[in-house]
């Protein structure tokens, strides 16, 4: 089915290429210009797939022509998309865990051992630490900031005796207490920054169960992540050294 298409503009002197259309339906544009075809050219672009195709148009065309604004619509991605994110960055994964319980910790087994011992297992052959750790030995950045309530709950006293495990995948594991992170007016919610470029916000349902992740990508919107990286990070101290601190082990 043909797409309904409506020009937009262009600043060829005699209208013709290069231009700009949208799809009125969906609202994604349609750049049309002088195809990119260079061999050497093609294998620098980033991401580019086989049934990709390159076009090169003058700057003025897109500051001039393209739409400056869109509806805000969230992005919604499976927890099969979720998960293959951790295996696809290219340099860095970061988290900020904001909550003082999670419903799915406590239907793990390992949560029933620590409430038993006081220590949660260290298995480092979980699909998750295996992953992990070829991404860190890959020489990737993995790294999270605990935001940690006085007095601790269960759960987060969970996370601090897992973040051995977590380490010990070569992640940087941080903690924040509560009153500190509200200082700074880090936000309530939780989120993982992928490369500095893309932002996978976690959203829970009123059970504390994860509920669906949302993906940004609009670079102000996720510079605003990036500043919240980078000032949780600055003032947080390693896990260890805030449990000792802290009295939580």
């Known amino acids: 089915m043909a797409r309904n298409l409506r020009f937009i503009g262009t600043d060829s002197k ?10 009125t339906v969906t609202g994604e544009v349609i750049v049309q210009g002088r195809p990119l075809t260079d061999p050497a050219d093609l294998d620098r672009l980033q991401h580019f797939g086989p049934e990709d195709a390159a076009v090169v148009v003058p700057r003025e065309l897109l500051v001039n022509h393209a739409p400056k604004e869109m509806p805000r619509v969230p992005t919604i991605i499976s927890a099969a998309e979720f998960g293959q994110l951790f295996h696809t960055f290219e340099h860095s994964a970061w988290h900020l865990e904001t909550r003082r319980r999670y419903a799915s910790d406590e239907e793990d087994e390992d ?12 298995d480092l052959d979980t699909d998750w630490c295996r992953n992990i750790t ?20 269960p759960g987060q006293l969970f996370l601090q005796s ?12 941080r903690n924040i207490a509560r009153t500190d992170a509200d200082a700074l007016l880090l936000p309530a919610e939780e989120f993982w920054i992928f490369d500095s470029r893309l932002v996978a916000v976690l ?47």
């Open 14 to 23: 005699n209208g013709g290429c290069p231009a700009l259309h949208e799809d």
């Open 162 to 173: 897992y973040a051995r495990c977590n380490a010990a995948t070569g992640e940087d594991v």
């Open 111 to 122: 949560y029933s051992t620590f409430l038993e011992t006081g220590e949660a297992p260290m």
């Open 134 to 153: 070829a991404q860190t030995t890959a020489g990737k950045y993995v790294g999270r900031v605990r935001v940690v309530d006085s007095p601790p709950t």
């Open 203 to 249: 959203r829970f349902d009123e059970s504390d169960a994860w509920d669906d992740v949302e993906v940004i990508t609009e670079p102000a919107q996720v510079l605003r992540y990036v500043q919240v990286r980078d000032a949780a990070t600055a003032a947080s101290q390693p896990f260890d050294v805030f449990a000792a601190q802290h009295g939580a082990r």
